[in-house]
Structure formats: structure tokens, C-alpha cells
């Protein structure tokens, strides 16, 4: 699942709306919008995503926040280290073996580092 398909799922759920009834709603399929949700699609298109805050009728910062998650949230990433230090493509190639064996607290704990790094580098 990616952070904007479980945001989608919580909304969804928090306001009692089935998934066929979005799908209908911002014009996808009940297929498609299962598997943005369950991680099987890409980040949405920009399009795509202002139908789904205009379904949802969200604020600002609530909008904001999708588009955040939806810039976050493509299942295939690749990275490109050529021309950084060696470090950073032992980095990418340690994080593509191992994530999967993380925890949920694990993967929050190096969010939080790496986001720290990197505002203060």
C-alpha cells in the first residue's frame, strides 16, 4: 500500500463511502482506484488527484496533503546514484535488499533520520 492509498482507504472510511461509489465519482474504475489503494498503480495523475479532493471536499491544507502523499507514493522507484558518492548507491542498493524485512517502527525511525539529515545538510 502507499501513504496516498492508505489516506484514500482512511478517508473512505472514515466518511462511510465505497469504493464503487468513488470510482464513479472521479470517473475510474472500481478496479483502478483498488489498486492505487493497494499500491499496484502508480501516483495518480495531477488531474485525477484535484477530482479526488474535490470528492473528499477537503481544505487547503488537506489538499496539500494529498498531493504530498501522491508525490510520494509511486511503488517503483528507481535511483539513480551515478555521479554521487559511493556511498550513496551502497545506500540505495542496501535500502532495495533489505526494506522489505523492516518493521513498520523501522522504516518510521529512518523517514525520521534521513528527513533530519537532510534538512540540516
Do not use: C
Amino acid at each position: 500500500m502507499t501513504p496516498l492509498g492508505a489516506k484514500l482507504r482512511e478517508m473512505r472510511a472514515q466518511r462511510g463511502v465505497a469504493l464503487k461509489d468513488m470510482a464513479d465519482a472521479i470517473g475510474v474504475s472500481p478496479a483502478y482506484l483498488s489498486a492505487l489503494e493497494h499500491g499496484h498503480r502508480g501516483k495518480p495523475t495531477w488531474l485525477l488527484l484535484q477530482r479526488m479532493i474535490q470528492f473528499f471536499n477537503v481544505i487547503w491544507d488537506d489538499a496539500e496533503e494529498l498531493q504530498r502523499l501522491a508525490d510520494l507514493s509511486d511503488p517503483r522507484v528507481a535511483v539513480h546514484t551515478a555521479g554521487m558518492a559511493p556511498e550513496a548507491t551502497e545506500l540505495a542498493n542496501r535500502l532495495s535488499q533489505k526494506i522489505g524485512a523492516l518493521g513498520a517502527e523501522d522504516l518510521k525511525a529512518l523517514i525520521e533520520e534521513l528527513t533530519q539529515r537532510a534538512e540540516n545538510g
